[in-house]
């Protein structure tokens, strides 16, 4: 099983770009890299997921090295709102036993 | 849409009882996840059912813990002779495919147990 390893916080400025890395060294080939995002009092929500390179959507980017020993999540020009707490999760299709998440990473964005 | 709903919000039990929780997936969703979440940790797996197959069980953590899902829809997570250790916020999760570790998880607001 891909175990995990994040920052515990980080803190940034309204506007700018934040990234957060996930070290996940034992990642196997089936393997996929998702990112969940948590506010408080609220279950995680899904935010992006890669296999390799990089993948862009609407609210973030996913930047994973050609070893995907690592992942890294980049929120582009941040706010108040995107103060939560980050999770990787690093698991394949047929995922055998636990799904592990990382410990998260809790993001604070200050004015 | 309704998006996956728990209940209770909040639970308050004592010592050595038994709790019943209770999670409601979006609705043509195979899969359902239970996790646990302790104040201020990470998200700690539980149990996966997928269709018809046999739960994977492997994150129970005793064999106090137990779940069913029924008619292949409604969840119910069994936590029995509670301890104060069970004391946590319980998050129940679904998706529409069949695989586990990549399909997007849409979780639910999570139940509160406090176990005096």
């Known amino acids: 099983l891909a175990k995990t390893t994040q920052p515990i916080s980080m803190d940034s400025y309204e506007g700018q770009e934040v990234n957060i890395t996930c070290s996940h060294n034992n990642i196997a080939t089936n393997d996929y890299i998702t990112w969940y995002q948590q506010f408080p009092s609220q279950g995680p929500r899904f935010i992006i997921q890669g296999y390799k390179t990089k993948v862009t959507n609407e609210v973030a980017s996913l930047f994973i090295p050609a070893d995907r020993k690592s992942s890294t999540l980049s929120l582009p020009r941040v706010s108040l709102s995107d103060t939560a707490v980050y999770y990787c999760l690093v698991g394949g299709p047929n995922q055998g036993g636990k799904l592990i998440f990382g410990q998260g990473t809790e993001l604070s964005v200050k004015p | 849409g309704a998006g996956v709903s728990q209940s209770p919000s909040n639970k308050v039990t004592e010592k050595g009882k038994d709790v019943e929780l209770r999670c409601d997936p979006i609705s043509g969703h195979t899969a359902l996840y239970w996790y646990r979440q302790s104040l201020g940790q990470g998200l700690e797996f539980l149990i996966y059912?997928?269709?018809?197959?046999?739960?994977?069980k492997s994150g129970l953590p005793s064999d106090r813990f137990s779940a069913e899902r029924t008619g292949g829809s409604v969840s119910t997570l069994t936590i029995q002779r509670t301890q104060q250790e069970d004391s946590a916020v319980y998050l129940c999760?679904?998706?529409?495919?069949?695989?586990?570790?990549?399909?997007?998880?849409?979780f639910g607001p999570g139940t509160r147990l406090t176990v005096l």
């Open positions: 059912f997928q269709g018809n197959s046999a739960p994977d």
């Open positions: 999760a679904s998706s529409l495919g069949s695989m586990k570790g990549t399909d997007t998880q849409y």
